[in-house]
């Protein structure tokens, strides 16, 4: 089945740990997002990456990182765990960078608990 | 500051209602903006996505309407079913902001029997 996959389905790690988050796509969409979901507020970008290769910063990427060595892989790592990092995140693809109609597939989440 | 509202934050219909949540949004330029379904531990799904030129989607139960003068959307939901309790978020993409997808806090939509 065609979409996106995100691993692990939810995590509780110890604050000053490091995590990484996978996300892989089977659409061989150019475009790949990596945002997070807070209660009462509305999914804010924390990386993008337009290109195998090419990455940028988004709205919220402090104590983040990411890095897109392929089309199909986009991995989000936490150098250092804080509390403040206890979120929801999901991993999405577009296959047209910079909106357009294209289309905007997400990812199930990851639920990660920093304590 | 390119922001999109939504309300009611939360609602609850009984099943066979019909309902309309709105959405306003303050992003400049425009490009289109999109209705996501959001059913719980999930992705959003997208329902419908309309163009400046475009005043109304519809996708089975679920019809959208644009108003880019008034800055407005709404997604009405007709014949409400249980599985219609989601979180709806409307999306308006921007070709000269960010990464161009600004999000709504969304709304909450819970259909009892």
């Known amino acids: 089945i065609a979409g996106i996959t995100q691993a692990p389905t939810s995590q509780i790690l110890a604050a000053g740990r490091r995590m990484t988050l996978r996300c892989t796509q089977d659409m061989r969409h150019n475009a790949m997002y990596w945002y997070r979901q807070d209660l009462g507020l509305g999914l804010r970008l924390i990386h993008y990456s337009n290109t195998a290769g090419t990455t940028g910063k988004g709205e919220v990427p402090d104590g983040y990182s990411v890095s897109r060595a392929n089309t199909d892989d986009f991995p989000l790592t936490l150098a250092s765990a804080v509390p403040s990092q206890t979120s929801v995140y999901f991993c999405a693809s577009s296959d047209q960078p910079r909106g357009g109609r294209g289309a905007l597939h997400f990812g199930n989440g990851t639920r990660l608990t920093v304590t | 500051k390119n922001q999109v509202e939504q309300s009611p934050q939360s609602l609850i219909i009984l099943e066979g209602k019909n309902c309309t949540l709105q959405?306003?949004?303050?992003?400049?330029?425009?490009?289109?903006l999109r209705w996501y379904k959001q059913d719980t531990g999930r992705g959003p799904v997208s329902l419908t996505i309309?163009?400046?030129?475009?005043n109304t989607k519809s996708n089975g139960r679920y019809t959208a309407t644009l108003d880019a003068d008034t800055k407005q959307s709404s997604l009405h939901i007709t014949a409400s079913q249980l599985s219609d309790s989601a979180s709806y978020i409307c999306v308006v993409t921007s070709d000269n902001y960010g990464q161009n997808f600004v999000f709504g806090p969304g709304t909450r939509l819970s259909v009892l029997p």
């Open positions: 309309m163009t400046f030129s475009e």
């Open positions: 959405c306003n949004y303050t992003v400049s330029p425009f490009s289109n």
